[in-house]
């Protein structure tokens, strides 16, 4: 009936497929108008302009069940999804992203009644946090069930999971009836997708199914904190900083990533969450990271066109105008929001144009400390990966 690729061969297929679009057009007692894109969603208050019909979810769910692969959106970045429970469907995960087997993935589901399915303790503080944040972007981690394969975890024994507010793909997680792992939907290493036609520059829509759900909201991946073993501890840093977290929790989280960069892709043992390789999200083309005051420096010993990176003022920019040294460098400027969560929407995006661009150097001004604000820290903590020595 329908092949790996997940394509529809014949009439009988055809017939799955309208039947299963029919039973999509309402999702659940969420309330949420699914396949009525481009309006906002009653649950989480956030609007998605979508091209989504009930048809391709229907498709993209006969897919996933032939164990393909699909993208989906969420509020952070664009996800390659698969059975999580089917070992062969996530180990084409890992072949298609070049990703090192024992960097975990996150495991997505529709809420914590699918989130307890893999879970072997669903502690007391894992269900405060999901209550409070979820949908949204927060992963949690706990002990994994036996049935979730070991590849899942990177062969350690914990399970990351979250619950998205995407409504696409909440949909898809309703009609699919199982969870599915996520990772960036982008070659491993490399800058994350932060819109479908990221995805579609990366990977081959014979390969992989792409669910347009229009460019993310928040731009950056998702908080990882850990309550495994009655302590939570924070181990990647994201849109939800970990005082927020200890408020709900009523006591002190552990920041365990402390703005670290760690682990290597050839290191063999379990990492605890991703998004901690050394390199990670980085453009094909070289980047640094530097002080506004080293920008005049680093630009005039560059050879070719640099691209800066800034989120400083335009009337206090010293490139592409004449240096204060009066020399004239050739090169572009990409203007970033001034605040916190509008540098981290638009981070990989700035990144991608940065790297069409094709220039020698990718010149990023060091945004400001998490003092001002905590999403200062995620920004920070992608960026230091972004530009790290391999």
């Not at 599915?180 to 199914?209: C, I, K, Q, W, Y």
């Not at 365990?256 to 901690?276: E, K, L, W």
Request: overall charge neutral.
């Amino acid at each position: 009936m329908l092949d790996r690729a997940g394509t529809i061969g014949d009439p009988i297929a055809s017939e799955v497929l309208y039947a299963l679009a029919k039973s999509l057009f309402v999702v659940t007692n969420r309330r949420i108008a699914c396949l009525d894109f481009g309006k906002t969603c009653a649950r989480t208050g956030v609007s998605h302009t979508v091209d989504g019909k009930p048809e391709q979810i229907a498709e993209a769910v006969l897919r996933l069940r032939s164990g393909g692969l699909v993208a989906f959106p969420t509020e952070t970045v664009y996800g390659l999804g698969a059975d999580a429970m089917d070992e062969d469907a996530v180990r084409r995960v890992f072949a298609v992203k070049g990703r090192p087997a024992h960097n975990p993935l996150i495991v997505h589901v529709a809420g914590e009644a699918m989130a307890k399915s893999v879970a072997a303790e669903w502690p007391e503080d894992a269900q405060k946090l999901a209550k409070r944040f979820w949908p949204g972007p927060l992963s949690i981690v706990v002990p994994k069930k036996a049935n979730v394969p070991q590849i899942v975890t990177g062969g350690g024994p914990n399970v990351a999971v979250r619950c998205p507010s995407h409504p696409l793909t909440l949909a898809l997680l309703e009609a699919f009836g199982r969870p599915l792992v996520g990772p960036s939907a982008n070659v491993s290493g490399f800058v994350s997708p932060t819109a479908a036609e990221h995805v579609r520059e990366a990977f081959d829509e014979r390969d992989v199914m792409v669910l347009d759900g229009g460019a993310c909201t928040g731009g950056i991946e998702s908080t990882v904190v850990s309550v495994v073993g009655g302590k939570a501890r924070v181990l990647r840093s994201g849109l939800i900083d970990a005082g927020v977290i200890e408020e709900v929790l009523g006591r002190e989280v552990e920041c365990a990533d402390s703005g670290r960069v760690s682990g290597t892709a050839t290191t063999a043992t379990p990492m605890d969450a991703p998004g901690q390789l050394s390199s990670h999200y980085a453009p094909k083309a070289k980047a640094v990271m530097v002080e506004a005051r080293e920008v005049e420096d680093v630009i005039s010993r560059a050879r070719g066109e640099c691209v800066l990176i800034t989120h400083v003022a335009a009337t206090s920019e010293p490139f592409p105008q004449p240096l204060p040294s009066g020399k004239g460098l050739s090169g572009h400027t990409i203007q970033m929001p001034g605040d916190a969560n509008g540098y981290a929407r638009r981070l990989y995006a700035a990144l991608r144009e940065a790297d069409a661009m094709h220039p020698t150097l990718i010149v990023i001004v060091t945004p400001p400390d998490e003092s001002t604000n905590p999403v200062w820290r995620a920004v920070r903590d992608r960026l230091k990966r972004a530009t790290a020595e391999e």
